[in-house]
């Protein structure tokens, strides 16, 4: 029987019988009815979100998977680290990550605070290969997650299970490389938001059900006194609206957001297809700036990958020159760069250039850009197959000056320190536009002095030049060079970390190779930072002469 046919007829006869009792049930099972037809879509509803949101989380996953490629081929464990940790701190529902390598152990993995007690963690295994991120989580619903998952070769969406006090779905998706399955990234997302989106929404339909059922109920008393014409009127009115609003939430709960209810009305039955014409539009809006979001964070994350290929991937072997570099960003794109490479025939000369892009972001990261491919082409410019040891930092930087001030028009500055050295005569040149004086710490006696090689930033007037500095270096100098996010980086009072505490460092540690000497002060650095997000793009680059 149709539900407003069954209504309309029920009601006639309650009044034609003037049986109020039969009427009023009658009008009670019809609110019932609704309710459960309401409550049932609103699970379908709630299933396609599901859907939707399980989409997503395999997109996010495959992107991750993409991103680690080279990484988890090359055991690069802090890139990995880096991909899982960006992955959980930029997308709210996910709240466990981790790469898993060819042997199907763990070798990075994240966890979101708060997502479990704490708990004590077991020891991370004594191999070359493992390098640890964070405690190994023990909760038994990881560790049997990850044994089934073992060794699959193929992308798995898991069914829900709980994970301390969310319910969790997880995504499985290997990393092939040239036929070859070197491992797999396996995040997991929390569905505790969506469910309680879903939720709220339920508790707002039952409220208004409840409440029109009671206004229904007491108002059919006195349309008893007005005759079976006017009460079969009204009838139709409230069936009909009803209808219309039931058959709308069928349709959002099969995914179709474009319907709206027509509001005839202001009393309750007006109210509830409002409240629903409303509950459409926010889940349309939703549904809009999700996408949105989530196409802005693949684009970010993009640019993130492209900016990284600019530095170093390889460290080249330069002559009577060990040397190292890192870099790290506030935002998906910095504006800090540095890179190394051999320079002349036969590699019987290195440069070292070390750059930062005034701000971070976008901006920042397109000047970087055209900043490294100016210096390549002054290099390269004689069109050899090898970088030009006789192209001066000096007149490289007037170069790369010009072409600056040509396309931000000064809106965009860089500092940037530019080192070559010649192997035969032992002796580095330098040029500097405006930034941080590099260290060089002297073995023979001790001391640790600045290269105090004077400039402005790079885009703030086309028509400035640049001088060149020379210093001789012995076996066992140590090169130092940074970038403001360094020596201006604050703890949670505010105090920089300085450059006092980074000479101290420096004169500790010297005696250490270059990738130690890099790690302890970065280490020396983020200790005094604590657990605050960097302000500023942080890049060092260590060097030592043999």
């Known amino acids: ?142 560790v049997k997650l990850v044994d089934s998952l073992r060794g699959k070769e193929a992308a798995e969406t ?21 036929g070859k399955q070197w491992g797999a990234v396996l995040f997991t997302f929390s569905l505790n938001r969506l469910t309680a989106e879903v939720e ?25 006194a007005i005759g079976v014409l006017a009460v079969w009127l009204i009838a139709q009115v409230i069936t009909r ?36 014409n409303k509950m459409v539009r926010d889940l349309q809006r939703h549904m809009a700036l ?28 330069l002559p009577q020159m060990r040397i190292c570099g890192k870099s790290i960003t506030s935002t998906e794109v910095g504006g800090d760069f540095y890179d190394f490479f051999a320079l002349g025939d036969g590699g019987s000369g290195a440069a070292v250039v070390v750059g930062d892009a005034t701000g971070h972001g976008v901006g920042a990261g397109l000047v970087v850009a055209a900043g490294k491919s100016c210096i390549l082409s002054a290099l390269y410019a004689d069109g050899g197959p090898f970088a030009s040891a006789a192209v001066a930092p000096s007149r490289v930087l007037n170069l790369l000056n010009r072409v600056i001030c040509g396309i931000t028009k000064q809106e965009y500055l860089m500092t940037l320190v530019y080192a070559s050295y010649d192997s035969c005569a032992r002796e580095l040149t330098v040029a500097n536009a405006g930034h941080p004086f590099p260290y060089l710490y002297r073995a023979r006696s001790g001391q640790l002095e600045q290269l105090a090689v004077i400039g402005f930033p790079l885009g703030a007037d086309e028509d400035m030049s640049f001088v060149d500095a020379k210093f001789s270096v012995e076996p066992g100098d140590v090169l130092v060079y940074y970038t403001d996010g360094l020596f201006e980086g604050t703890n949670s009072d505010g105090e920089p970390y300085g450059f006092e505490r980074l000479e101290e460092t420096i004169r500790k540690n010297v005696d250490l190779d270059p990738e130690p000497l890099k790690e302890a002060i970065l280490s020396d650095a983020f200790r005094f930072f604590g657990s605050g997000e960097l302000e500023d793009d942080l890049t060092i680059v260590v060097a030592k002469f043999d």
């Open 241 to 276: 609206s009803i209808h219309q609003l039931h058959e709308s939430v069928i349709e959002v709960g099969e995914g179709n957001l474009d319907q709206e209810v027509a509001v005839n009305s202001d009393d309750e039955i007006g109210e509830l297809a409002t409240a629903f």
């Open 1 to 142: 029987m149709r539900l407003s046919l069954g209504i309309r007829g029920k009601i006639a006869a309650a009044v034609a019988a003037l049986i109020l009792v039969l009427f009023s049930a009658f009008s009670v099972l019809a609110i019932w009815r609704l309710r459960a037809n309401m409550l049932g879509n609103l699970d379908r509803l709630e299933k396609t979100m599901v859907k939707g949101m399980g989409d997503q989380a395999l997109n996010i996953t495959t992107n991750a998977a993409m991103a680690c490629k080279t990484a988890i081929v090359g055991h690069d464990f802090a890139f990995l680290g880096a991909v899982v940790d960006e992955s959980v701190g930029s997308v709210e529902d996910l709240v466990y990550g981790a790469v898993l390598v060819a042997d199907g152990e763990i070798r990075v993995e994240r966890l979101r605070d708060g997502v479990l007690p704490k708990q004590e963690t077991a020891t991370p295994p004594a191999d070359d290969l493992y390098q640890a991120f964070g405690p190994l989580v023990e909760d038994p619903a990881i």
């Open 290 to 317: 999700t996408a949105e979001k989530e196409r802005m964070e693949v684009e970010l994350r993009t640019a993130r990958t492209i900016q990284q290929t600019l530095l170093p991937q390889v460290v080249p072997d």
């Open 158 to 178: 898991t069914d829900r299970f709980r994970l301390g006090d969310h319910e969790v779905f997880a995504v499985y998706v290997p990393v092939v490389v040239s």
């Open 200 to 224: 709220t929404l339920g508790g707002a339909v039952r409220n208004e059900i409840w409440g029109m059922a009671e206004r229904v109920f007491l108002g059919s008393v006195g349309l008893l």
